[in-house]
């Protein structure tokens, strides 16, 4: 049943981008360049993020740790 289901997606796909084209992507409109803020705040805390400390391990099975003073 999925596989049968797939194909038809695939097919109408075909079938409908020679008018609609790919997708698009972005905002619509031009966006500005990404600024950092001066003074970044922690979202646990709302302390100052130079103040903490991030703890990464050197495996993918240890999740990153933000460390509050």
């Known amino acids: 049943m999925g596989t049968r289901l ?9 079938g409908l981008f020679p008018f609609m ?8 409109h031009a966006e500005q360049p990404y600024r950092p803020p001066a003074d970044p705040r922690c979202p646990i805390c709302g302390g100052r993020l130079a ?8 495996d993918q099975t240890t ?7």
């Open 6 to 14: 797939f194909d038809i997606a695939r097919r109408l796909d075909r």
């Open 21 to 28: 084209g790919p997708a698009q992507i972005g905002a619509g």
């Open 51 to 58: 103040d903490h400390a991030v703890e990464r391990s050197a």
């Open 63 to 69: 999740a990153t740790r933000l460390i509050c003073p």
